[in-house]
């Protein structure tokens, strides 16, 4: 059985989910709540398997509540509401750790099954917001990559294909190897050998401290 909090502050969208969801085989809805505070004590209160959560909400917003929800209850699947793709929302949810989006609009079957999903470890992405992430991820790991200190970089001995540096860009950024399969579209397992290779030329296992030494190589 897996259990669902509900967090919107729209009363007819956060009943309208818990009818749908009620009635299906294996889902129980462990709470509903309006706003982001509430969210975070219920998800601690209930420990549900997966959090709907809205992005926009009274008090504390979705994105904010999601991190909290993550850094205490990291195992909680969260995957945020929206009837919209806007780039700053997306990028932010994925980086404070959030499993996915769904689209209020998606037909229930579609929920339902992105929730099973979600709870097989799939990062869920719609199209829509696939399109609009990889849009804006594109241009900021172009950017970011040129933080890199190619003078640095040839003084220790380094050498990062274009498809390591933006996979280097995004560890730095904090992001988790299965964040980054999602927003690169590569499969997590080829994103696991791209980081060990990166962990091989930097003469360490460790990521905490190969970030620290990518860290190093950013121009100052």
Same mark, same amino acid.
């Given at each position: 059985?897996?259990?669902?909090?509900?967090?919107?502050? +729209?009363?007819?969208?956060?009943?309208?989910?818990?009818?749908?969801?009620?009635?299906?085989?294996?889902? %129980?809805?462990? /709470?509903?709540?309006?706003?982001?505070?509430?969210?975070?004590?219920?998800?601690?209160?209930?420990?549900?398997?997966?959090?709907?959560?809205?992005?926009?909400?009274?008090?504390?917003?979705?994105?904010?509540?999601?991190?909290? $929800?993550?850094?205490?209850?990291?195992?909680?699947?969260?995957?945020?509401?929206?009837? =919209?793709?806007?780039?700053? #929302?997306?990028?932010?949810?994925?980086?404070?750790?959030?499993?996915? #989006?769904?689209?209020?609009?998606?037909?229930?079957?579609? $929920?339902?099954?992105?929730?099973?999903?979600?709870? %097989? /470890?799939?990062?869920?992405?719609?199209?829509?917001?696939? !399109?609009?992430?990889?849009?804006?991820? !594109?241009?900021? !790991?172009?950017?970011?990559?040129?933080?890199?200190?190619?003078?640095?970089?040839?003084?220790?001995?380094?050498? =990062?294909?274009?498809?390591?540096?933006? $996979? $280097?860009?995004?560890?730095?950024?904090?992001?988790? %190897?299965? +964040?980054?399969? !999602?927003?690169? #579209?590569?499969?997590?397992?080829?994103?696991?050998?791209?980081?060990?290779?990166?962990?091989?030329?930097?003469?360490? @296992?460790?990521? +905490?401290?190969?970030? @620290?030494?990518?860290? /190093?190589?950013?121009?100052?």
């Amino acid at each position: 059985m897996i259990s669902i909090l509900i967090a919107d502050d +729209q009363r007819l969208l956060r009943e309208g989910l818990q009818t749908i969801l009620q009635a299906e085989d294996g889902l %129980n809805i462990a /709470g509903l709540c309006e706003n982001g505070l509430e969210a975070v004590r219920m998800a601690k209160e209930c420990r549900p398997d997966v959090v709907l959560m809205d992005i926009k909400m009274p008090l504390m917003d979705g994105i904010e509540a999601m991190k909290q $929800i993550k850094r205490e209850l990291p195992d909680t699947i969260v995957l945020m509401l929206t009837t =919209f793709a806007e780039d700053r #929302f997306i990028v932010d949810a994925m980086a404070g750790g959030a499993d996915g #989006f769904l689209l209020k609009d998606m037909p229930s079957r579609i $929920i339902v099954q992105t929730i099973h999903e979600a709870k %097989n /470890g799939n990062v869920i992405l719609p199209a829509q917001v696939a !399109s609009r992430l990889a849009a804006k991820l !594109s241009v900021l !790991s172009e950017e970011r990559a040129d933080t890199l200190d190619e003078a640095k970089i040839k003084e220790r001995g380094y050498a =990062f294909t274009e498809r390591e540096r933006r $996979i $280097i860009v995004l560890m730095i950024e904090g992001y988790t %190897n299965r +964040q980054i399969s !999602s927003m690169l #579209f590569m499969s997590e397992g080829t994103v696991r050998n791209y980081v060990s290779v990166i962990y091989n030329k930097l003469g360490t @296992s460790d990521r +905490q401290n190969a970030i @620290s030494i990518l860290k /190093g190589l950013l121009m100052e």
